[in-house]
C-alpha cells in the first residue's frame, strides 16, 4: 500500500507527488544552492562522528543525507525518509555514485512511521513544516532517538523575513484571491515553523527538552536570470500556491502579474543571477 493512501497526512503527501515533484525536479539545482547555505553550518557544528545513526526526515533528493553519511563514516547510518519516491530515486543514485553505503533511503511519512529508538540524530532540511499534526509527528520522530539523543531541524524564519518569496506574494495577492486555507502557526506549510513560541510549544508537546534557536540570514541566489527566478515564483512558494489556486483568473492577469515581479526581480539582479534575503532557523531540542 502507497503512502499516499495510509499518511495521515494523505492530501498533503497526494499534493507533493502530482503536483511539486515536477516543480522541484525543474529548479533542484536552485532550490539546493539556496538550502545549502542553511543547513550546512548546522550539521558541521552538529558534533557528527563516525559510528553515529542520523535520521534525515523529508531528506528529498538526499543531499543532505549524503552530507551525513560522510561524516559518519562507513561505521556509521543515514537514513533518509521522504514521501516523494522520484525524488528517492535519485537520492539513492547519488548514493550509489558517491559510494556511499551507509545512506539509506526510505518512502515513509514520518508522522506515522513507526520508529524503534536507535538514532543518535534527528535530523530535517525545511522538511517537517507540512505536517498535518506536528505534535504528533514530532512525537513521532522522537521515538526513532536514544535517550539523549538530539533534534535539529532546520526551517524557514518569518516570511517578512524572507524578501525572496514575501514580495511575490504580496504582488499576486493585489491580483487574485487568497486560498481558502491558510494556516500561518499550526498548518502545513512553509512557514509553519518560523515562530519560535510555537516551535517550542510543539516540541515540549512532543517531549522534547533544552529546545534552542540559531537564526541563519543570507542573500542567496534566487534564479540564474530574471526569467528563470520570476518562474520558480510561480512553480514554489506562497505566491505560487496563491496563482494555483485561482487558475482562471490567474491566467487572465498573468501578463500584469508578471511585469511587477520582473520589476520586482530586476531591481536585485547581479550579472551573476538574481540574489535576494534568505532567513531560516536551526531549531536544536534533546530527547529526554
Not at 19 to 39: G, M, T
Not at 63 to 85: H, K, N, R, S, Y
Request: with cysteine; charged share 20%; aromatic share 8%.
Amino acid at each position: 500500500m502507497s503512502v499516499q493512501a495510509t499518511s495521515p497526512n494523505a492530501a498533503n503527501v497526494q499534493f507533493w507527488n502530482d503536483v511539486l515533484v515536477a516543480q522541484f525536479e525543474r529548479f533542484r539545482s536552485l532550490f539546493v544552492e539556496a538550502s545549502d547555505i542553511h543547513s550546512r553550518g548546522p550539521l558541521e557544528r552538529a558534533g557528527l562522528t563516525p559510528g553515529m545513526r542520523v535520521l534525515d526526515v523529508g531528506c528529498g533528493f538526499g543531499e543532505t543525507t549524503l552530507q551525513i553519511a560522510g561524516l559518519v563514516g562507513p561505521g556509521g547510518f543515514a537514513l533518509g525518509t521522504d514521501c516523494c519516491p522520484p525524488f528517492l530515486d535519485v537520492a539513492r543514485a547519488d548514493a550509489h555514485e558517491a559510494g556511499l553505503a551507509q545512506a539509506e533511503f526510505e518512502v515513509a511519512d514520518a508522522q506515522s512511521r513507526p520508529f524503534e529508538p536507535e538514532f543518535d540524530l534527528a535530523f530535517a532540511r525545511f522538511g517537517t513544516m507540512f505536517f498535518q499534526s506536528p505534535v504528533a509527528a514530532m512525537r513521532n520522530i522522537r521515538t526513532a532517538l536514544v535517550p539523549g539523543g538530539r533534534l535539529l531541524m532546520v526551517v524557514w524564519a518569518p516570511l517578512e523575513d524572507n524578501p525572496w518569496l514575501a514580495f511575490a506574494k504580496t504582488v499576486v495577492q493585489r491580483h487574485l484571491p487568497p486560498p481558502p486555507d491558510e494556516a500561518p502557526t499550526c498548518g502545513p506549510g512553509p512557514f509553519s515553523m518560523a515562530d519560535p513560541a510555537v516551535v517550542t510549544a510543539i516540541l515540549t508537546s512532543a517531549g522534547y527538552t533544552r529546545v534552542s534557536f540559531e537564526r541563519t540570514t543570507a542573500t542567496v541566489r534566487v534564479g540564474p536570470s530574471v526569467d528563470e527566478a520570476l518562474a520558480f515564483q510561480l512553480a514554489i512558494g506562497p505566491a505560487a500556491e496563491i496563482f494555483r489556486d485561482a487558475p482562471d483568473e490567474a491566467e487572465r492577469k498573468r501578463e500584469v502579474i508578471e511585469a511587477e515581479l520582473r520589476g520586482v526581480l530586476a531591481r536585485h539582479a547581479r550579472p551573476d543571477g538574481v540574489w535576494m534575503q534568505t532567513s531560516s532557523w536551526a531549531v536544536s531540542a534533546l530527547a529526554p
